[in-house]
């Protein structure tokens, strides 16, 4: 992983280090070759499975929201109750979400397909998750500087110097702005 | 006079050193956040919500004001360096922004993006200042049933504008509805999805939903995306645009902002929509069209014009009637409810001094965009050259403290980062977050809006119909709701006539 982080900024030094007459050659530059370009750049869509897998879902829930509001009453139109509203909304929902398991059976140009990097935003979601469990235990400060380490590290492919040093600097700071400036209560250990 | 007084009023509120400075602090962090790639402006003002917290309602507007138009430009600075448009608006500013930035020309580009903004806003807000009390005094006829069909087809433009499949995005607003339900219900007291936990009583407020989803999302996807496409930012030499260029931009900044601010008041996508109509209206105006796409300035300058006066004229309705136009604007009627504020046509009467103070605080926090952004672009591109790698987890942690720092409370934390995983999900999966924020905005306003109509009609749904403006915008409602049914049923007409637009048509679909 890190090594072909570093042959990309290697190779992106590259370019930028060419006279800006070549780059401007290499590159498609009008409007519409930039457009198809960002269809080509442009990350796979969704597919079939997952417009399945999603409308389902959002099936499911909405039947879930009916049956929970049909427990707090629906009551008359002229008189309703407090589960009108919400089961109104989530019978919507399953009239959609039944719509789009048919019109959408071919998968459609939405969406983006999950891919390898996709790992990337799941750590990052559980580095989150981890913060939001260790912040009122021992403070902001480790949580913060595990999250900039890890964010940088491996989500980012910085070496592990400038990884430590950047993270130190980034709570510091933080540290400066939100208790020594802004004197807020955030949880912390110092 | 008796028009212009509380209009004149509202600039010495504004003026007022306190306030100035907030405003400057806005247009500068709101650059500065709007200038990190893949943070729009609606992302931008979600992460910098707690900012405009625990400080008084007319200095924190003022201060949003100036996160709005510098996250706006942030946009358009990343477009014209780095090839990498901040939101929908700023994408035509690419074509020939970037060129213009390759030959040596960002600053010209830059330039005249800002003063084009500048001028666009300007009219738009000229225009606001005199069609505002007009809408606004028609409006306050308006009763609950009248309500429930502005918010209705308010939300359904939205879902049905935005890019994307049309049935996910009513099924996204039919979610932000559902959580807009939870907690205490206003009518019967009963308690509603709470499942006994006291957190929840009181609802879901509405910052930690928009951070999550605008701002937590948008990182969190970032982390996966940015591996993609990098790019180095443009190196900028000269900043200023010469005499010559803004000559030959004047005419597209005078035409982009008139049609700007026309198209702005339209809801949905108004700034989108004001960009595309503006680059192709210059292309068709010119002397020598083929300029286009290979470094025109108006190219720049016609968009950026036009989609400032269109971001500033879709204030219009969130003000007047109190239905926000697009996302942004969604976020901006939540930041207005914490404030103590509720946008609507009773407003401008019953708070002059606030409502013109709102609108004044757009010409000062453009007149502080136009200053600032040329000296700070050096900044800019230095911050673009901080690798995005740094840059993320600077950003998630201000979402995460700042998010603490609204009530104090952990449980805020945790819906932040659920919710930044929920649209993280929602990008993946193709529904846009948009019209869920929006329709999470206007939920209870509908819901109880539409209860009092039941109520008054004594549950007879049809009585909607016999009001004039409630039938009108009823049959609106339902001509938007089956237009893209006509419209499929049309196009497919047409192209079973002739075999080559069928041809044309798979091309299409294959691409």
Redesign the interface.
Known sequence: MDAKHSRQDSKEQATSAQPAEQVQEAEALTPDELAAQWEAEAAEPAGPIANLLSSLVVLGLSIAGMVLSVGLGLGTPAAPAAGMWPFVISLIAAVMAVAQIIIGRAGGRDGEKFSAMSWYAAIGFATLILMVVLMPVIGFEIPSLLLCFVWMRWLGGERWRSATIYSILIVAAFYAIFIAALGTTIPRLF | MEFFGPVLDGFNVVLDPTNLLYCLLGVVVGMLIGVLPGLGPAATIAILLPMTYGVEPVTAIIMLAGIFYGAQYGGTITSVLL?LPGEASSV?T??DG??MA???RAGAALGIAAIGSFFGATVSIIGLTFLAPLVASFALDFGPPEYTALAMLGILLVATISG??K??A??AA??G??LA?IGR?G??G?E??TFGNLSLADGIDFVPIAMGLFG?GE???N???R??????PVKVSNVWPKGKDIKEASGAIGRGSVLGFFLGILPGGGATIASLASYAMEKKTAKDPSR???GAIEGVAGPESANNAAATSSFIPLLTLGIPANATMAIIFGALLIQGITPGPQLINDDPQLFWGVVNSMYIGNILLLIMSIPLIGVFVKILRV????L???T??IT??GA??IR?S?FD??LV?LF??IG?LM?????EPGPLVLAFVLGSLL?SN??RS??VL????TGFFTRPISATLLVLFVFVAIWPVIKSAIDKRKTSSTTSAVVADKEKEN?
């Not at chain 2, 690798?387 to 740094?390: D, L, S, T, V």
């Open positions: 090839r035509v690419v074509f970037y060129v390759k030959q040596g994307g499949t049935i996910k009513i099924i039919a979610a509805l559902f339900t219900d009518f019967t009963a509603r999805f937590l990182i969190l996807y982390l996966e995306e591996h993609r496409a990098a790019t180095a286009f796409g290979r690798r995005a790698a740094i993320a987890p600077i998630a942690l995460m403290l603490y720092t104090n952990m934390v945790l980062v930044g995983a993280y990008k993946k999966f193709g529904f819901e539409l209860r039941l109520l004594e549950g007879d749904p691409a």
